[in-house]
């Protein structure tokens, strides 16, 4: 597993980043005990131009808002930002 430049070493891009920025937000109240799951679909963030295996670190940034202050949306009152990566297996197409 390797970190992933941008381009191979005779400059040619190892994968084309999409124009993505990250979707539409949305509030989501959680009673005690609820938890929240979200999934992201790679190939709508990136198209990979070689097998090989890449790490991909994902970010999700979190702000916690008063669900009375202007429908959810009124000033936040916390934030955190969570990271973590993993591998990600590209291989060749089946012929």
Do not use: H
């Amino acid at each position: 597993m390797m970190n992933v430049p941008f381009f191979d070493p005779l400059f040619r891009p190892l994968f084309r980043p999409s124009v993505n920025f990250g979707g539409i937000a949305s509030n989501r109240t959680l009673k005690p005990g609820e938890s929240f799951t979200a999934s992201v679909a790679l190939d709508k963030w990136f198209t990979f131009l070689e097998p090989d295996t890449y790490r991909v670190t994902g970010m999700y940034e979190l702000e916690l808002y008063d669900p009375n202050e202007q429908g959810g949306f009124g000033r936040a009152i916390w934030s955190d930002l969570v990271a973590g990566d993993c591998p990600v297996i590209v291989r060749p197409k089946a012929e």
